[in-house]
């Protein structure tokens, strides 16, 4: 188990939603936080979860993570799987359930429900939605990927809410079940 005292380093960097920021250790990626709306605040929220935390460049395998990140929330179909994450402080069952959120692709969707299934545990979405909510990893994790039943937009614990999931699925050009991007429209019919 990591202890408090263990090295992490931090990068800021830049995205089409905010500044972003990733902790890595030598054991992985340990974190990746959304914008908190300014640069002071997100090196607070840094400060109190990695206080030992230093300001580094990142070797190569974080800033290819980085480099990946930046391109998706740009609209690129960037596959981040090749992350390597520190999953030490993660209980079993998010491990579990952040394995088959991974699998969701870029512009696709899934359901807390469908995550239940397919952990074969068909009553547990609630229990997948709180593991979501927990997510140390989103963007790696595609949390903002899974929806409520019915295609409703479900929750998102990040800093700026559902705002921000339903931002990052129309960058993508989120389907929903199948369907066109979720902000597509229709094109109505020509009359001439």
């Known amino acids: ?41 997100m090196l607070s929220r840094l400060q109190r979860e990695f206080a030992q935390a ?17 391109a998706l929330l740009a609209g690129e179909a960037c596959d981040l ?22 699998e969701i692709l870029p512009g696709k969707t899934s359901t807390y429900g469908d995550i239940a299934a397919a952990l074969g ?27 409520a039943a019915g295609a409703q937009s479900g929750g998102f614990s990040a800093p700026g809410g559902v705002s921000t999931k339903l931002r990052m699925l129309l960058i993508e050009g989120a389907e929903i079940g199948g369907a066109p991007g979720l902000f597509d429209r229709e094109t109505p019919p020509s009359t001439t």
Not at 86 to 91: G, I, N, S, V
Not at 121 to 147: M, W
């Open 1 to 41: 188990m990591p202890t408090d005292s263990e090295t992490h380093a931090y990068s800021l960097f830049d995205t089409a939603v905010g500044q972003c920021a990733l902790v890595w250790n030598p054991h992985g990626i340990a974190a990746v936080r959304l914008p908190e709306g300014t640069a002071s605040r």
């Open 81 to 102: 799987r090749f992350c390597a994450l520190d999953l030490r402080r993660t209980p079993p069952f998010h491990q579990r359930v952040y394995a088959i959120t991974q």
């Open 121 to 147: 545990e068909p009553g547990s979405a609630r229990a997948v939605g709180q593991a979501l909510g927990h997510n140390p990893f989103p963007i790696i994790v595609p949390c903002h990927r899974v929806l």
């Open 54 to 70: 230093i300001n580094a460049a990142p070797p190569h395998d974080i800033q290819q993570a980085v480099d990946a990140m930046t």
